[in-house]
């Protein structure tokens, strides 16, 4: 493993000026700088895994495949940083792998460089091919709705969903938006209509009536919940179309995931959508107890 100090750092804008930029057939833009340990011709693969229709809202991003992807922070933690909130001239970029400093580096960065929104992949974060192919899908999922939008019969389909109570989510994001939209904690999801009773008095022996008390949606948390519901979707869909997985690897701790119905409803929705490009598959396949 090589010493930290013999290691070159170099400034993500350097990089983005003067790393050759290949174009994929969809269309989307993408580079490799230092020792990535991945192939070309799997990363090749993962890029062109993204339908056309989805890659057509992509083609002003580059995408930057390095090894780690230091520094960068911006003012705010708690939520995904713009294009413009990072000054790119203090981004640095590593060509090569070391435990001290992949201490400080991060999963990805955006940055602006001379007018060009430029993201950086740290490759030697991710643990497999598994993990790098479903950073780059999420990122590419938000970048998506970010040009284009949430499309209707998708958003029908999961906020159907929500007011039915549906067990889980597809991301602690989505998990935490779709409970404060409905009104609810994040540790027990409730429906948007709850009963309860109250009396009601008469002259001589009280009755009890029922009332249905409406709860208010929340529309901003409602939106906001929509496009990571979808955004999640894109990128499992993507992730499904470059290797095989079983669902229980997108398990975290700290949210259940959505009820496996359900997700096989929202990504037939995408895949209806964005139809796999040339040499990629869609399929859900259910495995079923001897």
């Known amino acids: 493993m090589p010493e930290i100090a013999q290691i070159e750092l170099k400034a993500a804008q350097e990089v983005a000026r003067t790393v050759p930029i290949e174009r994929a057939s969809n269309g989307i833009h993408y580079g490799s700088f230092g020792d990535t340990q991945l192939a070309a011709a799997d990363l090749q693969r993962m890029v062109q895994a993204v339908p056309p229709a989805i890659a057509a809202a992509l083609h002003r991003k580059r995408y930057y495949f390095v090894p780690l992807t230091l520094g960068g922070s911006y003012p705010s933690e708690t939520s995904e940083p713009t294009f413009l909130e990072i000054d790119s001239s203090k981004l640095m970029v590593a060509a090569d792998f070391s435990t001290e400093l992949s201490d400080t580096a991060v999963c990805h960065r955006n940055a602006n460089v001379d007018g060009t929104d430029c993201v950086f992949i740290s490759t030697r974060l991710m643990q497999d091919r598994f993990a790098l192919s479903f950073e780059f899908y999420i990122n590419a999922g938000h970048h998506f709705v970010d040009a284009a939008g949430v499309p209707e019969s998708f958003m029908r389909t999961v906020w159907s969903q929500a007011e039915a109570n549906v067990r889980g989510e597809t991301s602690q994001d989505a998990w935490e938006l779709r409970a404060k939209a409905l009104g609810s904690n994040a540790g027990q999801i409730a429906v948007p209509q709850t009963k309860r009773r109250r009396p009601k008095f008469w002259i001589g022996k009280p009755t ?15 939106t906001q919940y929509l496009e990571a519901a979808f955004s999640d979707a894109v990128a499992i869909y993507l992730l499904s179309l470059t290797v095989d997985f079983d669902y229980s690897e997108l398990r975290e701790r700290e949210y259940p995931l959505l009820a496996a119905p359900a997700l096989a409803e929202r990504l037939r929705a995408v895949a209806q959508l964005f139809p796999a490009s040339a040499g990629h598959e869609f399929s859900i396949l259910y495995r079923r107890n001897r």
């Open 208 to 222: 009890q009536e029922p009332v249905i008390e409406s709860r208010a949606v929340d529309e901003k948390a409602r």
